[in-house]
Structures are given as C-alpha cells and as structure tokens.
C-alpha cells in the first residue's frame, strides 16, 4: 500500500514536497515513480527512481524544477517541486514496481490514491 500527502494549493513560484510512505513491500527493491494526471489530459510520468536512487529519470517539464528522492529506512519516497507553474496542476500519484529499473516505464503494479496540486497564477 502506497500513502500519498502533501498536495495543495499554492502560487506560481511556490515549492511543495510530496511524500508517499509504503507498507507492505519489500521497499528498498522497488522501483519508485510519480505520475500526474491533469485534467482532461493524459497521465504523465514526471519522475522515476530506481531501489538504491542512484538511477533517475525526469520528463522534460519538470527537469530543473523537480527532484525525486528516497528514504529506504523509512520506506517513502519524495518529490521536492520548486518553481512551480499553473501547468504543474494536477492529481499526483506515487506508484512501485518491482523487478528491474527500466526509466521512464509506466508499467507499475501498486499505487497509491493521489494527491492533489493546484498553482494559480
């Protein structure tokens, strides 16, 4: 099971950090990503982070602005976003796979429930 929190409602510019906690898992050997889901829009991967972090992998819109990071001992996962934008509004949801990393992949088998992220303008 995935917990995701910290979503809501900030200004252009603004930072927000995401956390999403796991239980049940073998934490440390998964895969962790984040998708959004804008509305009227396709779910998008924004980031990806492989067991270790050592490996990451960031959509094109959210480089330089976003950063994806793990806690094995704690099993959670971040997403720190600084510089947000209107277009960054969406539902988060963090997500585990196991197995091999394999960046940029959208095939994951758990997910947690999703949290919300509005920037106004």
Do not use: H
């Not at 492989?50 to 490996?55: A, T």
């Not at 976003?81 to 509004?89: R, S, V």
């Amino acid at each position: 099971q995935l917990q995701a929190s910290g979503g809501g409602l900030v200004q252009a510019g603004d930072s927000l950090r995401l956390s999403c906690t796991a239980s049940g898992l073998t934490f440390s050997s998964y895969t962790l990503g984040w998708f959004r889901r804008a509305p009227g829009k396709e779910r998008e991967l924004v980031v990806d982070i492989n067991w270790s972090g050592r490996s990451t992998y960031y959509a094109d819109s959210v480089k330089g602005r976003f950063t994806i990071s793990r806690d094995n001992a704690v099993n959670t996962v971040y997403l720190q976003m600084n510089g947000l934008k209107p277009e960054d509004t969406a539902v988060y949801y963090c997500a585990a796979r196991p197995g091999l990393y394999f960046s940029g992949t959208y095939s994951y088998n758990y997910w947690g429930q999703g949290t919300q992220v509005t920037v106004s303008s």
